[in-house]
């Protein structure tokens, strides 16, 4: 087999392996659009339960409860009446939003990580556009002859 057909099927073959590595990272790219959209929702969906333990947190921090109210709060804390059962629960309330924020805030984290993954080659376009540069006949051209070079000076 001459040089010229073997160096044809090589950049025929690297064309084939940049292309399938161009569809392989559009899948990532789809892959991570959707991980994103999802944590963004479930981000939104956190929002609502926050709001609503503020609110109580704000009402048990300064409120001052009668006697039945304390009663009752006793009940629900398995605590005596005179162990001060609202300061738990505002304790529990406050408990509560701090792992809703840190939920939020790890979603937030992983938003970050799959946003780093697409930087490797950028969008959809520029992807393709990286795939053309170098697939180009005279850059795979270039590459063979480099490697063919190597690989005679390493024999």
């Known amino acids: 087999m001459n040089e010229s057909t073997k160096k044809q099927k090589w950049i025929a073959k690297e064309r ?4 399938k590595e161009h569809h392989d990272y559009l899948d990532v790219i789809r892959k991570n659009e959707d991980y994103i959209q999802n944590n963004l929702w479930q981000i939104g969906l956190l929002h609502a339960p926050i709001r ?21 709060m006793s009940a629900c804390t398995g605590e005596r009446t005179d162990m001060n ?13 701090k792992v809703l924020r840190k939920e939020q805030e790890r979603l937030s984290n992983q938003i970050i990580e ?4 697409l930087k490797k080659r ?13 697939s180009d006949d005279q850059v795979l051209s270039k590459k063979y002859d ?10």
């Open 52 to 72: 609503t333990l503020t609110n109580q947190y704000a009402f048990f921090k300064d409120h001052d409860f009668d006697d039945d109210q304390i009663e009752i």
């Open 16 to 19: 084939e392996r940049l292309l």
């Open 122 to 134: 950028g969008d959809v376009g520029e992807s393709y556009k990286l795939f053309l540069r170098l």
């Open 146 to 155: 480099k490697l063919n070079e190597v690989n005679k000076n390493v024999k």
């Open 114 to 117: 799959y946003r780093q993954q």
């Open 85 to 97: 059962p609202e300061h738990t629960l505002y304790c529990e309330i406050k408990f509560g939003m």
